[in-house]
């Protein structure tokens, strides 16, 4: 197995449009309200197929937006150490965030250069890493948790966005079998919209609500 080093970041950069056959893509985003003011981050993690694997949220207190930004980042990472992936690609939409983590922006704010060193130990844990720019059109889910988180820490239940479980049993045609399927989704307006998955019109499903 291959050993990295912090010295050489560009290396984990060389190959990053050709990730291995399995890799896990996290979307993640952070923010404050106020900025310093209420911070949290939401992650999405899915496999290399699009399947969703893991939701990661916190609240972090009074933080910036990059501070958040970056324990995203941080979360994103130790999932997948923890978890015995060698292979992530991590999407945001900070371009701040990104262009530091790539070496292009050094990082002049005292209190990132802790979060940044940190990002950088655990990237050189895995044997690819890659990391882009999104707009935040493009980030919906991961900013939906992160709205979430902050919601939660301070105290009141989002107003715009509720994270969901909606299960439905469906039958296969071909086979007159029955499975047991289930989906995550977002609060709006009083209707769930699914963020992993679609559903024929009419189709009856029960919801389980995840408050935190």
């Keep these: 197995m291959p050993s990295h080093s912090s010295s050489r970041p560009g290396n984990l950069f060389t190959d990053r449009e050709n990730p291995p056959e399995l890799h896990l893509v996290a979307y993640s985003d952070g923010g404050a309200r106020g900025n310093p003011g209420p911070a949290g981050y939401g992650v999405v993690i899915q496999d290399q197929t699009g399947r ?7 609240y972090l207190g009074h933080q910036t937006n990059n501070v958040a930004e970056y324990q995203g980042l941080i979360a994103a990472l130790q999932y997948a ?3 015995g992936h060698r292979a992530l690609k991590v999407i945001s939409d900070s371009e701040l965030l990104v262009r530091q983590i790539k070496g292009i922006y050094k990082v002049k704010n005292a209190a990132l250069q802790d979060l940044h060193a940190r990002a950088k130990e655990l990237i050189a844990r895995l044997d690819w ?4 720019h999104v707009l935040r059109g ?4 991961a900013d939906e948790l992160a709205n979430a988180a902050m919601d ?3 105290g009141r239940a989002s107003a715009t966005a509720t994270v969901a479980r909606a299960s439905t049993t469906v039958t296969q045609p071909e086979s007159g079998t029955t499975v047991r399927r289930e989906f995550s989704g977002i609060v709006r307006d009083g209707k769930v919209e699914l963020v992993d998955g ?3 019109e009419g189709t009856p499903v029960q919801i389980r609500v995840k408050m935190g």
């Design 198 to 200: 679609k559903l024929p």
């Design 81 to 83: 150490t923890t978890n």
């Design 152 to 154: 939660k820490g301070m």
């Design 129 to 132: 890493f890659s990391i882009g």
């Design 52 to 58: 969703k694997v893991a939701a990661l949220s916190e």
């Design 138 to 141: 493009k980030n919906q889910q």
